[in-house]
């Protein structure tokens, strides 16, 4: 999609503006809070902006405010006697819209010695996954190249993650898994739908749903998973969401390429306190694509809504409590433009109605042990799906369905985690209960199914950590494991689904570490198939199975300096009792990644499936106002039908991944930043042309030709250029994006419609015609953030 505009016009208008209203700033605030890992605040803690002079020291409750801070992009250090120092790398200091910078310190082994303030804090990660995570932090994420502010496209540029067919979706393609093996965390509730018009039983969509203003940072792990998470394969995607200001009303409004959005924030009852125990933030969005595309006469309409929310409440010292939600409102639907064009026209006769719900509410209860050996966390949570997925023989009127699916997915889970330091030992446990109803009422004309569904059941967990750290904190050893339940399926049961996991770090020298983890995880078939009914009204998938993943990895990390670090991984991902679709025979892992119902059908759990190769990354915090990610992944990704000695390669098969974003912090608030990212020939199923001509506007595909042809090699380069000003009273950010720049071609498999006429009258007797795929196009946009 192309936006014109006149850049000169537009700056001109705020430049207007900012002489007319305001005068400009140079200073801005930092504050935030430090705590141990127990969670109990720490009194006299160090806090200082790396460049400045400017810091400050914790008081009683651990909280640090620094007044008159410049602005700018900044490193900002905390330290204290008997802990590790900590870096957070790339922080935006403004005049307005500071967000709350919060420190958790771990105890240092010489818990005696006096601790120097210096730049010697390393990019660190978990003692439980020494390896395979990546982590960005608030600044990194809003002013991401490419992604035009959808925090889900910011972690398909990690390392070892595919680009989607087409470029243009979300779904999360880790290092050869297909999308549904990736689950999505909110500050540790699940939330198993976080983009507009998912695809149901897998996650991706077009659109991300979560609002970057939330994010406090953003983790990717790719392995070495936390027990606490069930269902993980590939993946496991963390969005840790700040608290509002608990000092100041605030909020800011954001206009992008495709939305708009409001977010609000501030104190609760503060009364003529400084800060309050209560704070909110929440905030709603709106899409006008809908707008765009019919001005520009593409016959789509997608239409959304989002809201998000988060009350937090500090009841005392050592208990708090927070209430968090997610939630939209989807129509996709389609106008006959008033032009006849061959692309467009095949577009409207092949896109589905989609009308979908969805809502993700949760509370959560934290309490620290006031013996100050640990802290407990209770959440409480319900997820709402409702989704209605239609294609018509004549869409233009809404008239002759071939396909519907008209479904309810309802969960309404409990977990409790307790974490518990035992002298040198470090133990996590704890179990989830979730209760599970799923409807679905099913008309599928071209495969002759119908039937109604309802199911409901139980799923039970229980898991446990242990970590320790040897020889002066040199080795790092940790042992885990998880089991799962359910009512439903015949044959499960705790043993069945033991997960064992064990990781090991070893400080070779102050540069150099070595690590290991390996693990065996399981997931729990999608609704989808759970539900599925043959045409007698019969339940034909209770007696699957868990599909099950086994992960090695072996790593070497090598930290050039403090904030840089280069990285080399081997893996090994071994699949059991994958789902194989009996109707096609091929492993469900080809499939998810389209406008599509994943797995309404009759399977068996008898595939096999295959991942590996070497990732190679090297990473650069904010230095000497660079910063960037590099990485190359090769591997390969195969699976088998029901023959289970027969490995086919997958449709994320490209066997190479090349990505890169990195940024430059330019003098008076300028930055420029860039993505670029590539992946080699990619397998595709073709279209059966006949069975597609017999069943139109339903595309038939022919997956016993799976692997026989290729896409072309995916590349895109993405720029962005930020321009920021502070005034007294708001701050404003402007930036311009151009996404594919090169406007090369993005490969994609060929599309068919009907041979018609010039006027548009379908030919007889009828045939299709391949549809001409337009040449690459650069995509220019604008945005504007406005603090206040």
Do not use: C
């Amino acid at each position: 999609m192309t936006f014109k505009f006149s850049l000169r016009k537009v700056l001109g208008v705020f430049f207007l503006l900012i002489l007319k209203f305001s005068f400009a700033q140079n200073t801005g605030q930092v504050f935030g809070t430090i705590t141990d890992e127990t969670g109990a605040p720490i009194l006299g803690a160090n806090i200082f902006i790396e460049g400045t002079n400017k810091g400050a020291t914790t008081n009683i409750d651990g909280k640090y405010f620094i007044a008159n801070a410049p602005v700018g992009s900044y490193n900002l250090i905390a330290s204290y006697t008997g802990f590790e120092s900590q870096t957070k790398f790339n922080i935006l200091i403004k005049t307005k819209g500071n967000i709350a910078y919060d420190f958790v310190l771990k105890e240092s082994v010489a818990q005696l010695e006096a601790v120097t303030i210096t730049d010697a804090n390393k990019i660190s990660r978990p003692r439980e996954t020494p390896l395979s995570v990546q982590s960005l932090g608030a600044a990194e994420i809003a002013n991401y190249p490419g992604s035009n502010n959808d925090v889900v496209q910011v972690a398909q540029t990690l390392p070892g993650v595919s680009p989607s067919v087409g470029g243009f979706r979300n779904d999360l393609i880790i290092r050869g898994g297909a999308p549904n093996e990736t689950v999505y965390y909110l500050d540790g509730m699940e939330v198993p739908n976080i983009n507009h018009f998912a695809t149901q039983g897998s996650a991706g969509g077009p659109v991300g749903m979560i609002n970057v203003s939330f994010i406090s940072e953003v983790t990717l792990s790719s392995s070495a998973f936390g027990a606490q998470y069930d269902n993980p394969l590939s993946g496991v995607l963390q969005f840790s969401q700040r608290n509002g200001n608990s000092r100041n009303f605030a909020g800011n409004f954001r206009v992008s390429a495709s939305e708009a959005a409001l977010t609000l924030e501030g104190p609760l009852f503060k009364g003529k306190n400084e800060t309050s125990n209560t704070t909110f933030l929440a905030s709603v969005r709106r899409s006008y694509l809908q707008f765009l595309f019919e001005r520009i006469g593409l016959p789509i309409r997608p239409d959304y809504w989002d809201y998000q929310f988060k009350l937090n409440h500090k009841i005392d010292a050592y208990n708090s409590i927070s209430f968090l939600g997610l939630g939209s409102i989807d129509d996709f639907s389609i106008e006959s433009p008033e032009e006849f064009d061959e692309d467009q026209q095949a577009t409207l006769d092949q896109a589905p109605f989609i009308n979908q719900r969805t809502n993700a509410i949760g509370v959560t209860w934290k309490n620290r042990f006031k013996d100050g050996s640990g802290f407990m966390q209770t959440t409480l949570s319900n997820n709402l799906l409702n989704n209605e997925f239609t294609r018509y023989t004549d869409p233009e009127n809404e008239q002759g369905v071939i396909f519907r699916n008209d479904a309810t997915e309802n969960e309404t889970k409990l977990r409790y985690e307790m974490t518990k330091f035992l002298g040198d030992w470090k133990l996590f446990a704890g179990t989830n209960v979730q209760y599970s109803k799923y409807n679905n009422e099913t008309s599928n004309l071209t495969d002759n199914q119908f039937f109604t569904t309802e199911i409901d059941f139980m799923k039970y967990g229980l898991f446990g950590n242990l970590t320790r750290s040897f020889f002066e904190d040199k080795l790092d050893v940790s042992f885990g494991f998880r089991m799962d339940d359910d009512t439903f399926l015949n044959d499960s049961n705790f043993f069945k689904t033991f997960s064992p996991r064990a990781a090991l770090s070893y400080q070779l020298t102050d540069d150099w570490s070595l690590n290991a983890t390996v693990g065996r995880y399981f997931k729990l078939p999608p609704y989808t198939i759970l539900g599925f009914r043959n045409n007698q009204n019969e339940l034909v998938n209770n007696d699957i199975d868990y599909t099950q993943s086994d992960h090695f990895v072996l790593g070497v990390e090598y930290f050039l300096n403090p904030s840089a670090s280069f990285s080399v991984e081997g893996f090994y991902k071994a699949y059991e009792d994958y789902p194989v679709s009996v109707m096609d025979g091929v492993s469900l892992a080809n499939k998810g990644a389209g406008f599509e119902v994943l797995g309404s059908e009759d399977i068996e759990t008898v595939g096999r499936g295959r991942s590996y190769g070497v990732e190679f990354q090297f990473q650069q915090k904010l230095t000497n106002n660079f910063f960037g990610i590099f990485s190359y992944t090769w591997f390969y990704s195969e699976f088998t039908g029901f023959n289970r000695d027969v490995f086919l390669p997958s449709v994320w098969d490209s066997r190479h991944l090349v990505s890169f974003v990195g940024g430059y912090k330019l003098p008076r608030n300028w930055e420029v930043s860039s993505r670029f990212r590539f992946a080699g020939n990619t397998p595709f199923v073709p279209v059966d042309q006949q069975a597609t001509l017999e069943n139109y506007p339903e595309v038939v595909l022919d997956y016993n030709r799976l692997g026989e042809e290729n896409l072309d090699v995916f590349s895109q380069l993405d720029i962005r250029i930020d321009k920021k000003w502070n005034f007294e009273k708001w701050s404003l950010n402007v930036f311009i994006e151009a996404q594919n720049i090169l406007a090369q071609d993005i490969p994609q498999p060929a599309d068919f419609g009907l041979a018609r006429d010039s006027m548009g009258n379908i030919l007889e007797p009828r045939s299709l015609v391949e549809i001409e795929q337009g040449d690459g196009q650069a995509i220019p946009s604008i945005g504007i953030v406005v603090d206040f």
